[in-house]
């Protein structure tokens, strides 16, 4: 698998008010509303994208439904890591399968055009893996 670069990294929160209000009042971090309860920002150096993603929607990609299944660990974090393409978010997931990793959703297209496959870290992180076509129009 040949990771790009990290593609986004966020907080995951029950109560996306108070964490809006840490992120942006208290450390400054300039966050705009792209969905509903979604805060997100693609201007902060070192990631090509910091969001706010509440409990219920980051529950609704990964499992299909707003509540985050009792049996798994509840996630503080996110963080997606950016291949090549979809093809390689397709291949990305079957080697982590292939190496006993359970993949909890995907590889597939999110209604944005993004590809992704999720897992959870041993440390309860959601990570992603990703492609999104606006990412590689310079590299065309």
């Known amino acids: 698998m040949d990771i790009r670069f990290v593609a986004g990294f966020g907080p995951i929160s029950p109560d996306p008010q108070p964490a809006l209000d840490f992120w942006t009042t208290t450390l400054g971090i300039h966050l705009h509303e792209l969905a509903p309860g979604y805060h997100h920002t693609?201007?902060?150096?070192?990631?090509?994208?910091?969001?706010?993603?509440?409990?219920?929607?980051?529950?609704?990609?990964?499992?299909?439904?707003?509540?985050?299944?009792?049996?798994?660990?509840?996630?503080?974090?996110w963080i997606e890591f950016e291949l090549e393409s979809p093809e390689a978010v397709a291949a990305g997931a079957a080697e982590l399968r292939d190496r006993g990793q359970e993949v909890l959703a995907g590889p597939k297209v999110e209604p944005w055009g993004q590809t992704t496959a999720r897992l959870l870290s041993p440390e309860g992180l959601l990570v992603g893996l990703s492609y999104?076509?606006?990412?590689?129009?310079?590299?065309?």
Not at 70 to 76: A, E, F, K, L, T
Not at 132 to 140: A, K
Request: glycine fraction near 4%.
């Open 42 to 77: 693609e201007d902060l150096a070192g990631t090509r994208a910091f969001a706010i993603w509440p409990l219920a929607q980051a529950a609704e990609a990964t499992f299909g439904t707003s509540q985050w299944p009792s049996d798994r660990p509840v996630p503080q974090a």
């Open 132 to 140: 999104l076509p606006s990412f590689h129009e310079s590299e065309s």
